[in-house]
């Protein structure tokens, strides 16, 4: 890890506004993975946000937009995460997803196992597929090929491939937050 984590007494008052705003989202939304420490400091994507604060807060709030707006199944969103997640080998992003695919969107481990080897899983179903091939096609480089877009709008609807898009983009951004942080998979240790 190339950043400390700032425990909430050593917090700025524009860390600690933003903290307050993530934490209470944290403590809601993000359960079966750590996320925060047993001195309350955050880890994970959103340590280096509270570093930052001015920039922690615009990519925090169009994380909490694309949440509180989402049209896509749960299921659709995480498979879309995990393809990201795991084809930027962002340790943290899939460890977090992992315990939301399972907890929240209840994908089966072994779809699950399949996304993060880079695999597409057999046997999807039509959506979830949709999905996985749209954020593999956009995570792949280069300008989306028109069959996985259009099959995509056709199965979400203009918002939901526009949300798909957005989706893949901020988790490519939070890839990067991780790994150029090394942000990895925290100890359990340090909970």
């Known amino acids: 890890m190339r950043l400390p984590l700032i425990p909430p007494s050593k917090l700025t008052p524009e860390q600690a506004a933003l903290y307050d705003d993530m934490k209470a989202s944290i403590s809601a939304d993000y359960q079966g993975f750590i996320s925060m420490c047993s001195d309350g400091s955050l880890t994970g994507p959103w340590n280096p946000w509270l570093h930052w604060p001015k920039v922690g807060k615009a990519a925090w709030e169009l994380s909490k937009q694309l949440t509180a707006t989402s049209t896509l199944p749960e299921e659709c969103r995480q498979i ?64 989306m090929p028109e069959l996985p877009f259009r099959l995509a709008r056709e199965a979400f609807g203009a918002d939901g491939v526009a949300e798909l898009i957005f989706l893949v983009g901020m988790y490519s951004n939070v890839s990067m937050v991780l790994n150029g942080f090394d942000m990895g998979i925290p100890a359990p240790d340090r909970n």
Do not use: C, M, N, W
């Open 80 to 143: 879309a995460i995990l393809v990201t997640g795991a084809r930027f080998k962002a340790g943290y992003e899939v460890y977090a997803h992992v315990a939301l695919a399972q907890k929240a969107a209840h994908l089966d481990d072994d779809v699950i196992s399949a996304i993060i080897a880079g695999q597409r899983p057999s046997g999807l179903p039509r959506k979830q597929a949709l999905a996985y091939d749209a954020a593999a096609a956009l995570v792949s480089g280069g300008t």
